[in-house]
């Protein structure tokens, strides 16, 4: 059984940085894409970013230069950082995997990252 | 305003076929696959589809299509557990970036 366990939320201040963690298990990270969706209170879905099996990463245009994702390997696990945070960065954020690229066959229960002073 | 353009709420009744559509251009749905997916009570999303492969699990009452820049999900004998956001996705060549639809509001009557 596939499973994806999302860590690393909680309130953080305007202006500072997070690491969201995405553990995997029955599913090996490195050999998949691996992306991030979050949805801010009230609203719909929205991507924020990939990585694919090759390492190349893609990123939303609203943290383009502050955001980085990346994998261990050894710990079949994805991390999403994200610095200068704003409020607007407040969402629950999803870890999804997908076999093929464009899939998001499994998703994470997601963590929720509120941004308030 | 989202990239892809979805109707905000449709409604059927137990047993009634609905579609829901979802609009984009050229750099999207008219040259990738599209996703759908559930989400209910928003909590975590579940693929429903994906291009027109009906992912294990999935009941085979849920069809997809796609015809030039629209998509759409067809749920055909609509149960009551089928009410849930449900929103189209896929990649655009564009913007170099996934994009999602705004969603739509199932009702089940």
């Known amino acids: 059984e596939v499973q994806l366990v999302e860590s690393g939320g909680g309130l953080i201040q305007p202006g500072g940085s997070l690491r969201l963690s995405c553990a995997a298990s029955g599913f090996i990270v490195s050999s998949n894409y691996m992306s991030w969706v979050r949805q801010a209170p009230g609203k719909g879905l929205e991507w924020v970013s990939v990585?694919?099996?090759?390492?190349?990463?893609y990123y939303v245009d609203s943290v383009q230069g502050r955001s980085h994702i990346s994998r261990d390997n050894s710990k079949n696990t994805v991390y999403l950082q994200v610095n200068s945070l704003r409020a607007e960065d407040t969402a629950v954020y999803y870890c999804?995997?997908?076999?093929?690229?464009?899939?998001?066959?499994?998703w994470g229960q997601g963590t929720l990252v509120t941004v308030s002073s | 305003q989202s990239a892809l353009t979805q109707e905000a709420s449709v409604s059927g009744t137990v047993g009634q076929k609905v579609t829901l559509s979802c609009s984009g251009n050229n750099n999207n749905i008219g040259i990738y696959a599209v996703g759908w997916y559930q989400q209910i009570s928003h909590g975590a999303p579940k693929t429903v589809m994906f291009?027109?492969s009906l992912p294990s699990g999935i009941p085979d009452r849920f069809s997809a299509s796609k015809s030039g820049t629209t998509a759409s999900l067809t749920i055909s004998g609509l149960q009551p557990e089928d009410e849930a956001d449900y929103y189209c996705s896929t990649w655009d060549y564009s913007l170099s970036g996934r994009v999602f639809g705004g969603g739509t509001k199932l009702t089940v009557l």
């Open positions: 999804a995997g997908g076999t093929e690229w464009l899939q998001l066959d499994y």
């Open positions: 990585i694919y099996s090759s390492g190349r990463t």
């Open positions: 291009g027109d």
